[in-house]
């Protein structure tokens, strides 16, 4: 019976948060895919919000016991609603989290939801062991045949969006992340019936603006289900705690934290519209062929055809060298570890652009697969435009690549962003008229959401609600 009893302690002692736990492999695995973050999905530039959602982390963190992890969080530059936690202690939420929150302990609840995936470890068992999806499907040799080894190229991600580091949660471990979550954000001070809230604001957000009940979202990774808001109703009956003072003592606060917060597409990162890309910092557009599948992300832009057969992406080098230079520099290496020649290379010029283009064939597969690589200079800056797909598509591949070019003064004038802002409404106001009277581009559906208001709502004098405002986009370069 001793022997029990002391078999007993020592395997509950060893199920304790934090016991005997060695993170050293979470702060390596984490510390690594970081890095990848704002290459991949970007860093919202925003010093005064930054440190907002920092400060509640911290005030999260003060509430952790025993576990060796030093948690720091960050925005990502993206308009999709989403928010996770990769290993070691890193947390992010997305512009598209934050321009939900309509109250302080919202915002509580998802990072301390997040903060228990690291400190439980989840990540660590149930994450991806392939972080980067395949790109195309195109069977041959070219496809590994653009790498750091030959003129510093690399395969660019494209296609990758929000499914990038975040892992399929078991059932159990987004009831653990959710009851310990709720459990830390209540010693905090912060009221964890807000939760459930924010959830069911997600879920709406993802049906209203795709028109699919929860597409690709926080749900990816969160799956949410009227039975996940039951659950929490009853943990959080559970609690007991004592509210504190949120940083942001009331709406005016809050909202003022995101006011000029950038939502939908950034213009900083480039923007799309319908298959032309435009990026008014770097002064470039390049049209991509019609229906293909574009993907925007901080160090590529590109499309991809509908079935994979082909793709094309455009990447900054990693040099200034002239084209020619860089070019021939691959040529040589190519032939010197492939024992052949190109089937093609010549300098060119791109609508008054100094260029230098390469061509590679491949059968091996029975299907002819061409790749084009083009350097292309354009003041002090190199661009990188990889084409792969099967023969058909060579003429579509260097049709776009000639449509690259300098953007027109009307073009960078129509280039908008929309921002966050707030605005108190009048006495007997309806929301058409609050909107009117604002600017709100936001129609009444997407308002009401935003602010957390039940359809139909009557607005009260005084009363603070988040508006979108067009803004034309200055370039900042």
């Keep these: 019976m001793k022997k029990q009893v002391l078999f007993l302690l020592a395997f509950l002692l060893i199920l304790s948060p934090g016991f005997s736990q060695d993170y050293s492999y979470d702060k390596k695995i984490g510390a690594e895919n970081a890095r990848q973050v704002p290459l991949t999905m970007g860093i919202y530039n925003d010093s005064v919000l930054s440190a907002y959602v920092s400060s509640v982390g911290e005030r999260l963190v003060k509430q952790v016991e025993y576990v060796p992890l030093d948690f720091n969080f960050h925005i990502v530059d ?12 890193y947390i992010y939420v ?5 321009s939900l929150v309509n109250d302080e302990s919202e915002l509580a609840c998802i990072m301390g939801h997040e903060m228990i995936h690291a400190i439980e470890r989840h990540s660590v068992k149930q994450m991806k062991k392939k972080i980067l999806p395949g790109l195309l499907q195109i069977p041959g040799a070219l496809v590994g045949i653009v790498n750091p080894s030959l003129g510093g190229l690399i395969s660019a991600p494209v296609q990758i969006g929000s499914a990038l580091f975040l892992s399929s949660y078991s059932r159990s471990q987004e009831k653990q992340a959710d009851r310990l979550g709720i459990d830390l954000a209540s ?20 049906e209203t603006l795709t028109g699919e009940e929860e597409k690709k979202s926080y749900f990816s990774s969160h799956p949410f289900t009227p039975k996940r808001v039951s659950y ?13 003072v949120p940083i942001a003592k009331n709406k005016e ?37 019609e229906k293909w599948q574009t993907q925007n992300i ?14 094309i992406v455009l990447q900054l080098s990693d040099t200034v060298a002239n084209p020619d230079s860089l070019g021939l520099d691959f040529v040589r290496k190519f032939k010197k570890k492939y024992k052949e020649s190109p089937k093609e290379n010549r300098h060119l010029e791109i609508n008054g652009y ?40 060579s003429d579509t591949i260097q049709n776009c690549v000639q449509t690259f070019r300098e953007l027109t003064e009307k073009e960078k004038e129509g280039i908008t ?10 006495a007997g106001e309806s929301l058409k008229a609050f909107s009117e009277r604002t600017g709100n581009k936001w129609n009444e559906e997407v308002t009401g959401l935003m602010n957390g208001l039940e359809k139909g709502a009557k607005l009260e004098e005084g009363q603070y609600l988040k508006i979108a405002v067009e803004v034309p986009y200055i370039s900042k370069k």
């Design 78 to 89: 993206m308009q999709e609603p989403n928010a996770f936690a990769l290993p070691g202690g």
């Design 94 to 98: 997305t512009r598209g989290v934050l």
């Design 187 to 206: 010693k905090a001070g912060y009221d964890p019936s807000k939760l459930a809230i924010i959830l069911e604001n997600l879920s709406k957000d993802v």
């Design 232 to 244: 929490l109703d009853k943990e959080v009956d559970k609690l007991q705690w004592t509210p504190k």
């Design 253 to 289: 606060e809050l909202f003022g934290y995101l006011k000029g917060m950038c939502f939908g597409d950034n213009p900083e990162q480039g923007v799309f519209k319908d298959n032309k890309f435009l990026h008014p910092d770097m002064d470039f557009t390049i049209t991509f062929p």
């Design 298 to 311: 901080p160090v590529a832009v590109g499309a991809m055809q509908p079935k994979g057969d082909a793709r």
């Design 354 to 393: 100094p260029a230098y283009m390469v061509m590679l064939s491949d059968n091996s597969s029975g299907k002819t697969v061409n790749m084009f690589l083009y350097w292309i200079k354009k003041s002090d800056v190199v661009f990188n435009i990889q084409g792969l797909g099967y023969s058909q598509y």
């Design 417 to 426: 962003s929309l921002k966050l802002d707030f605005a108190k409404v009048k």
